[in-house]
């Protein structure tokens, strides 16, 4: 009998426990007043289970979400302080108080949130997106000892090391400035500029001349641009780089020779006129054929650099290979524009006549300057006038004056107007001449043949 009511005892205890085990507690409760939209009575449910002691870590939090749920930001911090007192590495809850702290304004707390939650949970874009808001805020300590600490973790990416490097640099610890910018160099895209170029600087300043020469070399071949390749040659020149400079001005005439005119006007601008000189040579070299516009820049960059005597080798070896009388032509034409046409003596021997007669007015006006009037007249009238620029076409008819009678000019000049050879800017002359030697027929009949247009021009 004893035993039987010991049974039913510890039956109604174990119902007892079980019942009590079953009913939801009051943050489970909360929280599910909460999920309905009940927030204020989860609130006061669970202001009552904190008056009675320590606030659970779990009522906290759901005390925080109702709080903010109904908007009240003040107390929903002070809810997730509390909260984060007892659990610091909650991402969640770290999150949720950062984005509570951004509606409220208050920045610098955001920040130092945000940076609490990068800790726990850091990736490369939550690194990213914390120094970019430190730097934004002018929080330059914060930005820098960020960079510092995800630099020596392996974060960072080549931009944000090449931020830490100039930094570090600016502050003066030129030497760890140094070396982010070197981890950025082997980091960063082919077209970076601004960190190799600041870290050219401090090379430079280490007296690492060698190396520097050899980062340079391998950047323009990546660059591409005069511009800077112009500004990399000067550097070093002025770091006392005797073999530097040289090298990476023939490196960069070699990567870029469309862009030499450019590189040594820029050299020369700065008084590099050494440095300039090589360029120009080198290119020299580097023409096997050409082109008209490229030997007319090639006698100009000569011309800023003071030597003749670069435009008369490359003339000389064109006469001597027997290739291009025209390229020849034009290149004593250029050089004695130049330079005047004393500067064409040295190489006047190795102008063939095939050559100037692709020049003939040119090569009229030399034998002129040279006292051979009759080769000057044999040249002048194997001229083609309607090829010529209006300017030219002056210079032509002064020639003629020149080497032949005036009635010699007017027959030559009556012999290509009546051949359709004659512009129409010449005709008003023409007729001016015919009058002034009596043939007053050939003059009527030129302005017969004139009709005025509206701009003032004249034609045929």
């Known amino acids: 009998m004893k035993t039987s009511r010991q049974f039913v005892f510890m039956v109604v205890v174990a119902l007892g426990v079980a019942a009590v085990a079953l009913l939801p507690r009051r943050e489970e409760h909360a929280a599910v007043l909460a999920s309905e939209g009940r927030h204020e009575e989860a609130i006061a449910l669970l202001a009552r289970q904190s008056a009675h002691g320590p ?37 969640a809850a770290l999150g949720s108080e950062a984005e509570l702290l951004l509606l409220s304004g208050a920045s610098d707390r955001y920040l130092d949130v945000q940076a609490r939650l990068v800790a726990v949970q850091p990736s490369a874009a939550s690194v990213g997106r914390l120094i970019e808001l430190y730097r934004l805020s002018g929080r330059d300590a914060d930005e820098l000892a960020t960079l510092r600490t995800y630099a020596g973790r392996g974060m960072l990416d080549a931009s944000q090391l090449e931020r830490l490097g100039t930094i570090l640099a600016e502050r003066g610890d030129r030497r760890e400035g140094r070396e982010w910018l070197e981890l950025a160099d082997r980091r960063a895209s082919a077209e970076a500029s601004a960190g190799r170029l600041l870290l050219l600087e401090l090379l430079i ?34 770091s006392g780089s005797a073999v530097g400079a040289p090298e990476l001005a023939s490196d960069c005439v070699e990567l870029m020779p469309d862009h030499a005119p450019e590189m040594i006007q820029y050299l020369a ?38 030597d003749v005597g670069a435009p008369l080798t490359r003339m000389a070896q064109l006469a001597r290979s027997g290739v291009d009388p025209a390229g020849q ?97 010449l005709l008003p002359q023409f007729a001016d001449e015919a009058a002034r030697q009596g043939q007053v027929r050939i003059h009527d009949r030129i302005w017969n043949s004139v009709r005025y247009r509206p701009d003032g021009r004249t034609s045929r």
């Open 269 to 306: 601008g700065k008084g590099r006129q050494d440095l300039a000189h090589l360029m120009l040579l080198r290119w020299g070299e580097r023409m096997s054929k050409p082109s008209g516009p490229q030997l007319r820049a090639f006698v100009q960059a000569s011309a800023l650099v003071g």
């Open 55 to 91: 606030g659970d870590p779990d009522a906290l939090a759901a005390l925080g979400r109702s709080y903010a749920a109904l908007g009240d930001v003040p107390r929903a911090l002070e809810a997730l302080d509390a909260y984060l007192k007892v659990r610091p590495n909650d991402a």
């Open 329 to 425: 032509g034009e290149l004593a034409e250029e050089v004695a524009n130049a330079f005047g046409k004393p500067a064409l003596a040295a190489i006047r021997p190795f102008l063939s006549t095939e050559a100037m007669l692709t020049r003939p007015l040119f090569a009229a006006e030399l034998s002129l300057f040279e006292g051979n009037g009759e080769m000057a007249r044999w040249f002048l009238i194997r001229v083609e006038p309607s090829q010529l620029s209006r300017e030219r076409l002056a210079d032509w008819l002064a020639m003629l004056h020149r080497v032949q009678t005036d009635r010699e000019v007017v027959a030559q000049l009556t012999t290509l107007w009546s051949e359709g050879r004659l512009p129409p800017e």
């Open 205 to 238: 300043e280490a007296k690492e001349t060698v190396r520097a020469s050899e980062r340079a070399r391998a950047w323009v071949k990546a660059w591409h641009s005069p511009f800077l390749c112009g500004k990399l040659v000067l550097r070093l020149a002025r």
